[in-house]
Each structure stands twice: as structure tokens, then as C-alpha cells.
């Protein structure tokens, strides 16, 4: 996660507590074995390929949790969060890259050090002001970024605050906002769909051109 004034410290706190279970949601395992996401694991894996058919590139995956999208992203690819032990588990599934830990705002990158940033599940998570923030910055260090975030849906709003119960019982206050592709793009100021289906969705927005 991120930097002074992007995710506070609850945040923070609750994706540390997370990694150990974290790969849970994505394989409909603990918490998550019980829940009714019909086509689910289908489109996981179309996702996966999706990701692992982006042209290899210099790639930074901002968030990137434990790996568990990023080790499918192909050229030299560094991971990046906030949470040590995330970093710990990206570590042993990246040997051919690096896992660092480290803020999205400000990114510790110099400018243009990539040429493509990645960020799966972390941008519906910034509030207003926030998202404008953590986009400047991934414009600074790459001309291209990524997007994969959770699609809208008819059971869902556009935005949310969550109550989010992890396996030790502790209950976490999570904001989190739901992408039509066309929307996404709006709010990046352009690019290309690469995935829309029922659960996610996943842009590619080139840094608009300066005059």
C-alpha cells in the first residue's frame, strides 16, 4: 500500500495481518470457501492469462501483495508494498525479480525507471484525491499503467465501505470501489480494455501525450 495521506495506518495494519491468508480470495479457500462467486475460478485463470500475455516489459506491480498475479507478469519485474510480510512471500515467488518494501506515494523510483506500472486491487481502494495522487506517480516512473480492480456489478454500488473479518476474528473498515471498463478508462484518460468480465476488469492507459 502506500505513502503519508494515501491508506492510513488502519490499512496498513490490516493488509500486515492479511498475507498469511491473503491468497485465500483469489483460491476460494478459508473465509472464502462457503461463498457463492459463481465462475469464479474460470475467470481467475482467464485473468492470469491475461496478465501473462501483456508484452514483457520493465514492469513495477505497485501493491503487489504476495505474487500471486505478479509472478505471471514476464520481463524484469520488481513487486512493491507497504507490508513486510507480503514482501517476505512476493520474495519466494519472484527469483527472477525483486520484491521491495516501500510506499506507492511517493514511489521510490526515479522518473521513467519502468515501462510499465502494474497495480491489481489497489486503486479502488484510494479515496478521492488519493487515486489522483498515486496516477501522477505512476506516470512519473513509467509511460504506460495497468489497472486490474474488481468489476461493477448488479449487486454492487460503485463505492463502499466494507467490514472485513479476518481468520483470528478481527473485523477491519476497508473503502472499496467497483470499475465498468469504460470508467476506468474515463478516469485514466484513455487506453485499451485488456479483460471485462463479471468479477474483474483490467485496463492498459498509455500517459497522455504533452503538448
Given at each position: 500500500?502506500?505513502?503519508?495521506?494515501?491508506?492510513d495506518?488502519?490499512?496498513?495494519?490490516?493488509?500486515?495481518?492479511?498475507?498469511?491468508e491473503?491468497d485465500?480470495?483469489?483460491?476460494?479457500r478459508?473465509?472464502?470457501a462457503?461463498?457463492e462467486?459463481?465462475?469464479?475460478?474460470e475467470?481467475?485463470?482467464?485473468?492470469?492469462?491475461?496478465?501473462?500475455?501483456?508484452?514483457p516489459?520493465?514492469?513495477?506491480?505497485?501493491?503487489c501483495?504476495?505474487?500471486?498475479?505478479?509472478r505471471h507478469?514476464?520481463?524484469d519485474v520488481?513487486?512493491l508494498?507497504q507490508?513486510?510480510?507480503?514482501?517476505?512471500?512476493?520474495?519466494a515467488r519472484?527469483p527472477?525479480?525483486?520484491?521491495?518494501?516501500?510506499?506507492a506515494?511517493?514511489?521510490?523510483?526515479?522518473?521513467?525507471?519502468?515501462e510499465?506500472?502494474?497495480?491489481?486491487?489497489?486503486?479502488?481502494?484510494?479515496?478521492?484525491?488519493?487515486?489522483?495522487?498515486?496516477?501522477a506517480?505512476?506516470?512519473?516512473?513509467?509511460?504506460?499503467?495497468?489497472?486490474?480492480?474488481?468489476?461493477?456489478r448488479d449487486?454492487?454500488?460503485?463505492?463502499?465501505w466494507q467490514?472485513?473479518?479476518?481468520?483470528?476474528?478481527?473485523?477491519h473498515?476497508?473503502y472499496?470501489?467497483?470499475?465498468?471498463?469504460?470508467g476506468?478508462l474515463?478516469e485514466l484518460?484513455?487506453?485499451?480494455?485488456?479483460?471485462?468480465?463479471?468479477?474483474?476488469?483490467?485496463?492498459?492507459?498509455?500517459a497522455?501525450?504533452?503538448l
Amino acid at each position: 500500500m502506500s505513502g503519508p495521506g494515501v491508506v492510513d495506518e488502519g490499512m496498513r495494519a490490516y493488509y500486515e495481518q492479511r498475507a498469511g491468508e491473503y491468497d485465500d480470495w483469489w483460491l476460494g479457500r478459508g473465509l472464502f470457501a462457503d461463498r457463492e462467486r459463481p465462475g469464479w475460478h474460470e475467470e481467475v485463470e482467464a485473468v492470469l492469462e491475461a496478465v501473462r500475455a501483456l508484452e514483457p516489459r520493465r514492469t513495477l506491480d505497485v501493491a503487489c501483495g504476495t505474487a500471486f498475479v505478479t509472478r505471471h507478469l514476464r520481463g524484469d519485474v520488481v513487486g512493491l508494498d507497504q507490508s513486510a510480510t507480503m514482501v517476505e512471500i512476493a520474495a519466494a515467488r519472484l527469483p527472477d525479480g525483486r520484491a521491495v518494501q516501500g510506499d506507492a506515494v511517493p514511489l521510490p523510483f526515479a522518473d521513467r525507471s519502468f515501462e510499465r506500472v502494474f497495480t491489481g486491487h489497489f486503486y479502488g481502494h484510494l479515496l478521492e484525491g488519493e487515486r489522483e495522487r498515486f496516477v501522477a506517480e505512476a506516470r512519473r516512473v513509467a509511460p504506460e499503467l495497468v489497472v486490474l480492480d474488481s468489476a461493477r456489478r448488479d449487486d454492487v454500488g460503485a463505492e463502499e465501505w466494507q467490514e472485513r473479518k479476518l481468520d483470528d476474528g478481527s473485523r477491519h473498515r476497508v473503502y472499496k470501489r467497483f470499475f465498468t471498463p469504460d470508467g476506468l478508462l474515463d478516469e485514466l484518460d484513455g487506453g485499451r480494455v485488456v479483460h471485462a468480465g463479471h468479477w474483474f476488469v483490467m485496463v492498459a492507459s498509455p500517459a497522455p501525450q504533452r503538448l
